[in-house]
């Protein structure tokens, strides 16, 4: 790889590709894999279905934040998940990238609308990865007994063609929608990702410090 693509292979704080739990996860999981797509497919559905969705653990805490760390656990929101993902193909040697966006959920509860005073849910996490001559958008989030319980396809990916969302459930009715992306970053921007939470979500925060954590645990609970 150029240069060019070094700030896509780096390790950092969020994205620790040289822990050693995140490499030997890595390594296992592509073990029988012989090309970077067949590896990337690999990860994704590892992580995907490997280590489940949780939005009951957010922790605005920047040290608590990674891929090692989702790992532990076996769980993760969104962002967690993709910071996995990416770490674990960075491991093996696939660059990659980190896009976020915020999405409307036409299926959340009414609790969760509550809750959160809109159906807006900010900066969903996803990964870019570089796959045979271009990059390919997966988005492992939401596992498959999840899905099922929701009466939802889980999310395929193949790693020539993006796998963002799952648009419709089983009955055709809308699921979730993009609305606005905020880019794709070599490093997960925290700053940012906080004052997205600020802006949609102030009734969580006092004096641009959140309440508590589980105040932002509640915000997103009912997600799924």
Same mark, same amino acid.
């Given at each position: 790889?150029?240069?060019?693509?070094?700030?896509?292979? !780096?390790?950092?704080?969020?994205?620790? =590709?040289?822990?050693?739990?995140?490499?030997?996860?890595?390594?296992?999981t592509t073990q029988h894999c012989h090309t970077d797509t067949e590896k990337?497919?690999?990860?994704?559905?590892?992580?995907?279905?490997?280590?489940? *969705?949780?939005?009951?653990?957010?922790?605005?805490?920047?040290?608590?934040?990674? !891929? =090692?760390? /989702?790992?532990?656990?076996?769980?993760? *929101?969104?962002?967690?998940?993709?910071?996995?993902?990416?770490?674990? !193909?960075?491991?093996?040697?696939?660059?990659?990238?980190?896009?976020?966006?915020?999405?409307?959920?036409?299926?959340? #509860?009414?609790?969760f609308i509550r809750a959160l005073r809109t159906n807006v849910f900010v900066?969903?996490?996803?990964?870019?990865?570089? @796959?045979?001559? /271009?990059?390919?958008?997966?988005?492992? !989030?939401?596992?498959?007994? @999840?899905?099922?319980?929701?009466?939802?396809?889980?999310?395929?990916?193949?790693?020539?063609?993006?796998?963002?969302?799952?648009?419709?459930?089983?009955?055709?009715k809308q699921y979730m929608e993009y609305l606005h992306y905020h880019g794709?970053?070599?490093?997960?921007?925290?700053?940012?990702?906080?004052?997205?939470?600020?802006?949609?979500?102030?009734?969580?925060?006092?004096?641009? #410090?959140?309440?508590?954590?589980?105040? @932002?645990?509640?915000?997103?609970?009912?997600?799924?």
């Open positions: 790889m150029t240069e060019v693509f070094a700030p896509y292979l !780096a390790a950092t704080p969020f994205i620790n =590709s040289h822990h050693p739990a995140v490499i030997a996860f890595a390594q296992k990337a497919v690999a990860i994704y559905y590892a992580v995907r279905d490997g280590i489940l *969705y949780d939005p009951y653990h957010i922790d605005l805490n920047p040290d608590a934040i990674s !891929a =090692s760390l /989702t790992l532990a656990r076996g769980r993760g *929101y969104c962002i967690e998940k993709a910071l996995l993902m990416a770490a674990a !193909a960075r491991a093996v040697g696939i660059p990659n990238k980190l896009g976020f966006a915020n999405v409307r959920n036409h299926l959340a #509860t009414e609790k900066f969903h996490g996803y990964v870019s990865l570089y @796959l045979n001559g /271009t990059w390919v958008k997966a988005t492992p !989030a939401f596992n498959q007994s @999840l899905c099922q319980k929701f009466g939802v396809q889980p999310l395929p990916f193949n790693g020539i063609t993006d796998a963002v969302f799952q648009e419709f459930d089983h009955h055709g794709e970053f070599a490093d997960f921007p925290f700053e940012q990702f906080v004052t997205e939470l600020q802006t949609y979500y102030p009734h969580f925060f006092e004096n641009n #410090t959140p309440k508590n954590n589980h105040d @932002l645990i509640d915000m997103q609970a009912e997600v799924w």
